[in-house]
C-alpha cells in the first residue's frame, strides 16, 4: 500500500511507535482506561524525584513488568512483524523510533531501532555508567558489576524530566525522511509528540495509525483509525 502512494521504493521512512502498538501484544497501554498510570502514579514510578523517595518500590514496578516480558504469552504481533517485513523489503532506510521499553520489535526483527525511551532489560549505574542487560530483579542492595558500587543499579528508563535518547540522530531523520508513520501513540508526551510538526515541516508526508485520533491527529495528512495489528499489515503488504 506504501508503495501505491507517490513513494519511492528507497525514499526514507521515518516510523515512530508507542504502547498502542504493544496493546495486542497483552502490554498495558499508559492512558487508556486500565492503563499504568491508572494504577500506580506516574510521579512514584516515572521520575527521578520519586526513585529518590522510594527506589525499591521503583525497583519493584519495573521488576514486574521485565518479568512479564518473559512470559510466554506476551510475543510480538502482526504490527510488529509487519514493520520488521518493511524494513527488509523497503530498499532504503527505514528508521524505528519506539518509545517503548519492552522487546517486542527486536523480537520481530526489527533491527534498525531506537528505544528513545530507554529498555526494560537494561539497567545502568548512576556511579559509573556501566549499562547492561538485566533478564531478572534488581534490588536496591545490588553491587554494580563494574564499580563494585552499591544501590547504584536503576531501571535504563527515561523518566519524565529526562533527556530521551538518540535525539540527534532522530531529528537528523526527521529532516531527511520522505515519510513519517506514528503507529500506536496518544501525542501526549514530548518531545515524541513534536515529531509530526519536525517531519512535516521539512517536507515528510505524514501519517497516523492509532485505535483513535490521537492529541496530534490534526498535524497529519492521513489518519487511519483502527487496531494495529490490522492497520499496519495493510499498510505494509
Ligand atoms: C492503540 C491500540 C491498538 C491502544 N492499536 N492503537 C509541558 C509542555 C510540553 C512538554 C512538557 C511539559 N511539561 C513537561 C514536559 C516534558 C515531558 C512531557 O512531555 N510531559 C507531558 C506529559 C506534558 N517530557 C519529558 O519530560 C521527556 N523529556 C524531555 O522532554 O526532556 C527535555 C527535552 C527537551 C527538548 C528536546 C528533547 C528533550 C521525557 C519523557 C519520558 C516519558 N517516559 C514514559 C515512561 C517510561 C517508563 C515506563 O514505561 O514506565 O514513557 S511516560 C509514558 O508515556 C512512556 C511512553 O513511552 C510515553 C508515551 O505514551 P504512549 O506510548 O503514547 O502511550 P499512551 O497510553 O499515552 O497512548 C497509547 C495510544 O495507543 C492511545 O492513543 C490509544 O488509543 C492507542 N491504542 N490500543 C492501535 N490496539
Known amino acids: 500500500m506504501i508503495s501505491d502512494w507517490r513513494f519511492r521504493r528507497g525514499d526514507p521512512i521515518v516510523v515512530l511507535t508507542g504502547a498502542g502498538i504493544s496493546r495486542e501484544s497483552g502490554l498495558d497501554t499508559f492512558r487508556d482506561i486500565g492503563g499504568v498510570w491508572s494504577k500506580v502514579k506516574l510521579e512514584d514510578v516515572a521520575t527521578p524525584e520519586g526513585y529518590a523517595r522510594d527506589p525499591q518500590q521503583v525497583q519493584d514496578f519495573y521488576n514486574a513488568r521485565r518479568a512479564q516480558l518473559t512470559e510466554a504469552a506476551i510475543q510480538p504481533n502482526a504490527a510488529h512483524r ?14 524505528l523510533v519506539t518509545q517503548n521499553i519492552d522487546d517486542l520489535h527486536e523480537r520481530a526483527g526489527s533491527r534498525s531501532l531506537l528505544h528513545m525511551h530507554g529498555e526494560l532489560r537494561r539497567v545502568r549505574c548512576t556511579a559509573c555508567g556501566d549499562n547492561r542487560e538485566e533478564a531478572g530483579a534488581v534490588t536496591i542492595a545490588d553491587v554494580c558489576p563494574k564499580c563494585s558500587a552499591i544501590g547504584t543499579r536503576r531501571p535504563d528508563i527515561v523518566w519524565f524530566g529526562e533527556m530521551p535518547y538518540g535525539m540527534d540522530r532522530i531529528y537528523e531523520a526527521l529532516v531527511d525522511c520522505e515519510l513519517f508513520i506514528s ?17 512535516r515541516a521539512h517536507g515528510a508526508y505524514c501519517l497516523e495509525l492509532n485505535l483513535e485520533p490521537s492529541h496530534g491527529a490534526s498535524m497529519f495528512h492521513r489518519v487511519l483509525n483502527g487496531p494495529a495489528t490490522e492497520l499496519v499489515p495493510r499498510l505494509v503488504e
Do not use: H, K, Q
Open 183 to 199: 503507529i500506536g501513540t496518544s501525542g501526549t508526551v514530548y518531545p515524541a509528540a513534536g515529531f509530526v510538526t519536525e517531519a
Open 82 to 95: 509487519a514493520l520488521a517485513a518493511l524494513e527488509a523489503e523497503w530498499r532504503g532506510p527505514v528508521f
